[in-house]
């Protein structure tokens, strides 16, 4: 489950979880982008990097806390923290002269407070992590990359909000409708690939790997752990699952039945988690993808653009229908 999802749900009665999951929808983007004169490819199945983006769509207001600030609080049961857990457990990997990549990060909330140290929890584990005020220090004169600074924090300012019902809804439309239309949008800081184009361009990336075998090198190495972690971190199955299991509020809101739509969404998240676990066995064992897998992945890439695109294609159709 996604832990920014977790933290919102967990701080704002009103915003359960499986709402903020149909709110965002589903995403289909591959992008690419250069860090330390290197190429990097990453797999976003939300569709967003910044962690305040989500924040943004449905509305919640929040204001920025200074890291000074932060460690005066008396109160913090409306504090958020964002950051990376691999900069808590291992601070000593942090290079203050080198630009950090940062491609996800984790939503805590705090549970105790002093004027040297924070005591952070993630909702999904049950471990502890230690900011002390030094890190802090350390992390917010970091510059990051592509997106995400190394460490935020916030206040909700109204944690009794929520969204309406056509605001949800408006959100869900736009993220799937993007998943329909081919887009590539280029920036100074990488260039994205999105809609139906990027079941192919996955492909042709797996396979780029696989035909560089066992030769490759450290920088192989590394590109390939970031594409492939990323697609195995955040919400189950490349999200689709958090996505499925939401849909029930549309016939509960609506009496929109989308039974179908969401046994095909289910294929999609068994295949995707198919293709996870090849990888991963591969990565942790081979280090690279054989034929034989490479066309075990081909064969589950099919199923899921085929489903995929049908399934989110339909629900766009009956959502509109339902609002006539």
Request: charged share 25%; hydrophobic share 35%.
């Amino acid at each position: 489950m996604d832990c920014i999802f977790q933290t919102i749900a967990y701080k704002m009665s009103r915003l359960p979880y499986n709402i903020i999951a149909l709110a965002n929808g589903v995403s289909n983007t591959i992008r690419e982008t250069n860090y330390a004169d290197e190429k990097v490819r990453t797999l976003d199945g939300r569709g967003f990097l910044h962690s305040l983006t989500i924040y943004d769509q449905l509305g919640i207001t929040y204001e920025k806390i200074d890291v000074d600030d932060f460690f005066q609080l008396s109160s913090f049961d409306d504090i958020i923290v964002f950051t990376s857990k691999e900069r808590l457990v291992f601070p000593d990997r942090i290079k203050p002269n080198i630009r950090q990549l940062i491609l996800y990060v984790s939503s805590f909330y705090c549970e105790s407070i002093t004027s040297e140290n924070a005591a952070l929890r993630l909702c999904c584990v049950d471990d502890q992590y230690d900011l002390p005020i030094d890190l802090a220090h350390k992390m917010s004169g970091l510059e990051s990359f592509p997106e995400h600074p190394a460490i935020y924090i916030i206040r909700i300012l109204d944690r009794n909000y929520k969204p309406s019902r056509k605001k949800i809804i408006n959100n869900t439309l736009k993220k799937l409708t993007d998943c329909m239309v081919n887009a590539t949008v280029k920036n100074e800081k990488y260039i994205c690939y999105s809609g139906p184009q990027f079941y192919q361009k996955f492909i042709e990336i797996i396979e780029e790997f696989a035909n560089i075998g066992p030769n490759k090198t450290t920088k192989d190495t590394i590109e390939q752990q970031l594409f492939i972690g990323t697609l195995n971190g955040g919400g189950r199955g490349f999200y689709r699952q958090d996505f499925y299991e939401s849909l029930g509020y549309l016939k509960e809101w609506y009496h929109i039945d989308l039974e179908i739509e969401t046994n095909q969404l289910r294929l999609c998240n068994c295949a995707w988690i198919e293709i996870g676990k090849i990888l991963r066995r591969h990565q942790s064992k081979t280090g690279y993808v054989n034929e034989n897998s490479l066309n075990q992945i081909r064969n589950a890439m099919s199923v899921i653009q085929e489903n995929e695109l049908s399934a989110i294609s339909r629900i766009i159709e009956k959502i509109k229908k339902g609002f006539d």
